[in-house]
T-cell receptor, first 114, second 113 residues
Framework: DGGITQSPKYLFRKEGQNVTLSCEQN?????MYWYRQDPGQGLRLIYY???????QKGDIAEGYSVSREKKESFPLTVTSAQKNPTAFYLC?????????????FGPGTRLTVL | AQSVTQLGSHVSVSEGALVLLRCNYS??????LFWYVQYPNQGLQLLLK??????LVKGINGFEAEFKKSETSFHLTKPSAHMSDAAEYFC???????????FGDGTTLTVKP
């Protein structure tokens, strides 16, 4: 079945550690996105990529980094510079880069900083 | 710039009653609008989308939405609520120039028996 997978589902991190969240899609989609979701704040865009080897900052990119070396993969690293990383992280992909089509979402990773 | 406002962070209806979730948008270009649903601890799923064809859009699970340009609205409705409709609903508008979407803050729908 085609879809988007995110791993791990739950992740615990100590303060000062970097962690990487995985996002893989087998939908052959060009564009991929990372969002952060906090209660009552909807989805906020962290980074997005419309083509391999290229990505753009979203609205809240500080403290995060990404790479897009393969079409199928768009990992997100939460660095120690992110002041409040505890949140639910969602990855999405989209066919084409224009935004005229819907996004397909993964099941999410819940990150907790201890 | 584009933005989305969802009026009402929580909506409660009785089973069998009309569901109305409100969404107003702002966009400098003709908008592409979407409604998504999210169940607890899951990703979002598409309910329906408006992409400049028919103004009344039908989606899954009996939901529909009407695009009203004069009111800059894209409200989501369902004639008769079911217990399984309890979830969080997000309205989104896409900037086709930038290829990215802006999401509203979400509306949590509660369905009472």
């Amino acid at each position: 079945d085609g879809g988007i997978t995110q791993s791990p589902k739950y992740l615990f991190r100590k303060e000062g550690q970097n962690v990487t969240l995985s996002c893989e899609q087998n939908l052959n989609h060009d564009a991929m996105y990372w969002y952060r979701q906090d209660p009552g704040q909807g989805l906020r865009l962290i980074y997005y990529s419309q083509i391999v080897n290229d990505f753009q900052k979203g609205d809240i990119a500080e403290g995060y980094s990404v790479s897009r070396e393969k079409k199928e993969s768009f990992p997100l690293t939460v660095t120690s510079a992110q002041k409040n990383p505890t949140a639910f992280y969602l990855c999405a992909s989209q066919s084409g880069a224009s935004g005229r089509r819907e996004q397909f979402f993964g099941p999410g990773t819940r990150l907790t900083v201890l | 710039a584009q933005s989305v406002t969802q009026l009402g962070s929580h909506v409660s209806v009785s089973e069998g009653a009309l569901v109305l979730l409100r969404c107003n948008y702002s966009s400098s270009v003709p908008p592409y609008l979407f409604w998504y649903v999210q169940y607890p601890n899951q990703g979002l799923q598409l309910l329906l989308k408006y992409t400049s064809a028919a103004t009344l859009v039908k989606g899954i699970n009996g939901f529909e939405a009407e695009f009203k340009k004069s009111e800059t609205s894209f409200h989501l409705t369902k004639p008769s609520a079911h217990m399984s409709d309890a979830a969080e609903y997000f309205c989104a508008v896409t900037d086709t120039n930038a290829g990215k979407s802006t999401f509203g803050d979400g509306t949590t729908l509660t369905v009472k028996p």
